[in-house]
């Protein structure tokens, strides 16, 4: 492995290759950075260059440790630096802290695994191939898969529209195919009238 010594400035920590879904977390940037002003040494971050002496730094593995860097003013940071693109770096930073550094959480694998399925080219590896390059079981890869291309999210029951756009409302009771509308009917007004006084009820 050749490391070299790549000035902080000249790095570029694409959102895109950062595949944790909380981003890099604050308290571990001061745990680390107050480690490197007591004289820890960390290991090395992975960069990808294409080669060009002019072109920038894309990092792929290491992100809490450059902003730690950083945070505490140094001006370089030991790298190995690989031939590759942004894209190089998203691949292998999908799979990156799958053994060491801060673990991965679930969310964060299963952000992996959807920001590779949800690539034109990636999406067409197998299951198989995508979970060896994130680090996970190609079932759950399977699984993602299948959620993503059949768009079913779950979701809370809704009342349907109508195609108005309205919500309908409920279908007022037939009254007059009860039997008590049939009993009214059977009678006259002068015997309702009645029984209503009987039972102490205003007419009016």
Known sequence: MHLIEIELSAIITDDSAQIRVAGTNPEVVAEYAEALQHGAVFPPVVLFNDGNTDSSYFAADGFHRIA???????????????????????????????????????????????????????????????????????????????????????????????TSGEIPHAKPVDVGSSMVARLFASLSDEALIAECRRRGLEVL
């Open 68 to 162: 730690a860097a950083r945070a505490i003013g140094k001006p370089t940071i030991s790298a190995e630096v690989r031939h590759g693109t942004l894209r190089d770096a998203i691949i292998f930073a999908a799979g990156a802290n799958s053994t060491h550094g801060l673990r991965r959480t679930n969310a964060d694998k299963r952000r992996a695994v959807t920001v590779l399925l949800s690539d034109p080219q990636w999406s067409k590896w197998s299951d198989r191939k995508i979970g060896e390059a994130v680090g996970v079981d190609h079932k759950t890869v399977g699984a993602i898969r299948r959620e993503l291309t059949s768009g079913e999210i779950p979701h809370r029951k809704t009342i349907p529209k109508n």
